[in-house]
């Protein structure tokens, strides 16, 4: 039971209630951190703001961002937010076995060279920030990658560390 007073999906009224029911209708559930921002207006409607961001960014593959979260999450021992990617991925047709492979080598997704060293790259950067360097960089540059792309993927890293603190602060 979380230390804060949330919106339950059952309890959810207004634009909380719309935004909650198209969740539901996409994933089959409202995502726990969304329910958590719920305590807060403000930090709700960011969120909002930001998960229409990233549905709509021109260069970061939805398969890709699933990844990203899931294995973000994953190295932050954020059990909740790497199950829930998981079962997106398994929406998406992936098997348990594959997913398995997945989580213990991010190379056996089957991405593209781009997006292989895209995730790669947030993985190293939630992992091992100081370990970051021109180098890298300079990769992601010639596979086509913009400054805000990558910035774009590594936040979507990050979050699932602020994430897991969060949830766990308020024990949700």
Not at 6 to 19: C, L, S, W
Not at 60 to 69: A, G, M, T, Y
Not at 92 to 102: A, F, H, R, S, V
Request: charged share 25%.
């Amino acid at each position: 039971m979380s230390l804060l007073k949330t919106v339950k999906p059952g309890e959810a009224t207004g634009d909380i209630q719309t935004i909650y029911a198209e969740m539901i209708k996409r994933t089959g559930q409202v995502p726990k951190p969304v329910e958590l921002a719920s305590a807060s207006p403000f930090f709700f409607q960011t969120l909002m703001k930001t998960i229409a961001y990233y549905a709509a960014h021109p260069n970061l593959d939805f398969s890709l961002l699933v990844l990203i979260r899931m294995l973000s999450s994953e190295s932050c021992s954020n059990h909740i937010c790497r199950n829930f990617n998981r079962q997106i991925l398994k929406k998406q047709g992936l098997e348990d076995t594959k997913i398995d492979q997945i989580l213990k080598d991010p190379k056996a997704a089957g991405l593209s060279a781009k997006d292989e060293a895209m995730l790669l790259f947030v993985l190293k950067a939630v992992n091992d920030p100081d370990g970051i360097d021109k180098t890298d960089m300079h990769k992601l540059h010639s596979l086509g990658w913009s400054d805000t792309d990558i910035y774009d993927a590594v936040t979507t890293g990050v979050n699932m560390f602020s994430l897991n603190k969060m949830m766990r602060i308020f024990k949700m």
